[in-house]
């Protein structure tokens, strides 16, 4: 490491941050209008009225992560207590407890079809478990354990039922093909631990947040960035595409949510709560993509109209931070979790 006075690294700092700048002013010279004067004539969104409809128990611990499955029904939960759990949330009820081998899991996946969940974590690996067949114990199949990572497993997505993309502490993406168990692809994608993955709308693109705190846009097919987005002065937390495929929002350490167009390729909305004490987990959109929602260290979620830049209200009742949040497929939902050890479905 370099000595923390080194005049060599505050010149370079000095250089990066005037070429951001001008980075910063030549995109504002491109900005013909604002995403809120351009949406000066649109109604405001009206309150969004949601409860908590399930409070579920059953974790002992700190619940880290929460994923819907693609019927919008079932949803895993991974818990510092070394569970997986799977509900039905219509019901409230525990489909499957599952054990881990270790409790340190940071980031759980559903697939689409519902056949299987992921998980990861300290244990730098991802575990795959396949939910319609048992093992000699009676709990869901453990059927690959990919390992290969430098650091440990931020977040992992299915890509289909055949493969997974993960993000990891060692600042890489990789590509799994879980018929053979072996990678497809691996490669550094940012300076800093990859936290966060949002697939596209249909499945060609995905973007990842970073502790550099910028996000990037790839193509499934390549593994060199498409577009590179900065404007977070901290962590970017979560990620999460707009339904039109057309842009993303991102939830920050920086006590900032923001929205990102990619066709004009830079920030285009800045949500802050009314209080701005504390940094944003996690992120959503809803269905339409009018509504955006970020879990937050404050316990509460927060909503925002994204075309008029207005705060629209909080989800509150969870006792401790929120972690982790997860939009429906159908919209009809978004489930959080959080250190408190519940789970809980609003809608």
């Not at 002013?25 to 900005?31: A, F, N, P, V």
């Not at 799977?86 to 899991?105: C, E, F, H």
């Not at 949002?198 to 996000?215: A, E, H, M, Q, R």
Request: some cysteine; aromatic content about 8%; glycine content about 8%.
């Amino acid at each position: 490491m370099a000595p923390k006075n080194d005049p060599e690294l505050a010149t370079l700092r000095k250089e990066l941050e005037e070429l951001y700048n001008t980075l910063k002013e030549e995109q504002k010279k491109q900005q013909d209008t604002t995403l809120e004067s351009a949406c000066g004539g649109v109604a405001d969104a009206p309150r969004v009225k949601i409860t908590t409809k399930k409070l579920m128990k059953g974790h002992l611990n700190k619940v880290n992560s929460v994923h819907y499955s693609g019927d919008s029904r079932h949803c895993v939960t991974g818990s510092l207590d070394g569970k997986l759990i799977i509900w039905d949330t219509y019901t409230g009820n525990k489909m499957q407890i599952i054990p881990l081998r270790s409790a340190w899991v940071m980031s759980v996946a559903y697939a689409q079809s519902g056949n299987f969940v992921a998980c990861g974590g300290m244990d730098n690996m991802c575990t795959i478990y396949d939910l319609n067949h048992r093992d000699a114990s009676g709990v869901a199949k453990m059927v690959r354990e990919l390992a290969g990572y430098d650091g440990f497993l931020s977040s992992c997505r299915f890509l289909g039922d055949r493969n997974i993309i993960t993000g990891s502490g060692d600042m890489k993406i990789c590509k799994w093909d879980l018929e053979t168990g072996r990678k497809t692809s691996d490669f550094t994608a940012h300076n800093g631990d990859v936290v966060s993955i949002s697939l596209s709308p249909d499945g060609n693109s995905f973007i990842t947040g970073s502790v550099d705190k910028t996000c990037r846009l790839w193509d499934m097919r390549e593994d060199k960035p498409r577009q590179t987005f900065f404007g977070h002065e901290s962590d970017v937390n979560s990620v999460c595409f707009h339904p039109s495929g057309y842009a993303f929002a991102t939830g920050s350490e920086d006590k900032s949510a923001r929205l990102f167009d990619i066709r004009s390729d830079q920030e285009i909305a800045l949500f802050k709560p009314p209080s701005a004490s504390s940094g944003f987990t996690s992120c959503g959109l809803s269905l339409s993509g009018r509504i955006l929602l970020c879990g937050s260290d404050d316990n509460n979620v927060h909503m925002w109209d994204t075309l008029k830049n207005q705060h629209n209200g909080t989800l509150s009742g969870h006792e401790n931070r929120v972690t982790s949040l997860s939009v429906a497929q159908s919209g009809i939902a978004v489930v959080t979790a959080s250190w408190d050890q519940n789970v809980r479905v609003w809608g």
